[in-house]
């Protein structure tokens, strides 16, 4: 099966909402997405990158537009979402979360509390009390995936993911890559999609 690596960030609207259709992307390529996790803070520091509301924020008429494209994109998929009121969520804890629980076999069902929790239910999941009672609430095993947050091995990992990614040819998020060729945020999908499906 022919596979895609998706970076994401749980703090990244824009990276929510392309999880939330990445089923429908994967069923149309036939192809499989390679969740990859980073610190998308740590991209922005490493290019000289800034986030698009600092970026635009003193474009006339850019963030107004902006919006308004989330928001088809929102009604065209029929996805929940709430821009959440604690943005900017620190994410470094749940992105090092996400790095154990790949190793562990809820590592998709993590992902997709997650991102709910941030971008659903508008929580602020930089708060280790709501990080626990949120994954105890779903289910999963919270004691476990934040004392393995916490190893070195997995910070090491979340760093050198982050790092790798930038030598890679990433900017921001979301990005996709086809073995080594980008697609950078939700306009660039109908790309990704025809790359994945074309003939080799």
């Known amino acids: 099966m022919k596979t895609f ?6 703090g990244s609207p824009n990276v929510y909402l392309v999880h939330k259709i990445m089923d429908k992307i994967e069923a149309r390529t036939g192809a499989r997405a390679n969740y990859c996790p980073i610190l998308l803070g740590g991209v922005f520091k490493l290019t000289h990158n800034t986030p698009p509301i600092q970026a635009f924020g003193g474009v006339t008429n850019k963030l107004e537009y902006e919006r308004r494209e989330m928001h088809r994109f929102i009604e065209r998929y029929d996805i929940p979402f709430q821009f959440n009121p604690h943005f900017p969520v620190m994410t470094t804890a749940v992105m090092r979360g996400a790095i154990y629980a790949q190793s562990q076999d809820f590592g998709p069902r993590y992902i997709d509390v997650v991102f709910d929790a ?3 239910d508008g ?3 930089d708060d280790p009390d709501v ?3 949120t994954l105890e609430a779903a289910g999963l095993p919270a004691a476990q995936i934040m004392e393995g947050a916490q190893s070195q091995n997995v910070k090491d990992r ?3 993911l982050t790092s790798e990614a930038v030598e890679r040819g990433a900017f921001g998020a979301p990005m996709m890559f086809v073995g080594e060729e980008p697609f950078f945020g939700k306009d660039s999908l109908p790309d990704l999609e025809y790359w994945l499906t074309k003939q080799d």
């Open 5 to 10: 690596d998706f970076l994401y960030d749980f």
């Open 131 to 133: 990080i626990a009672s």
């Open 123 to 125: 929580l602020k999941m």
């Open 158 to 160: 979340l760093f050198a």
């Open 118 to 120: 941030v971008w659903k």
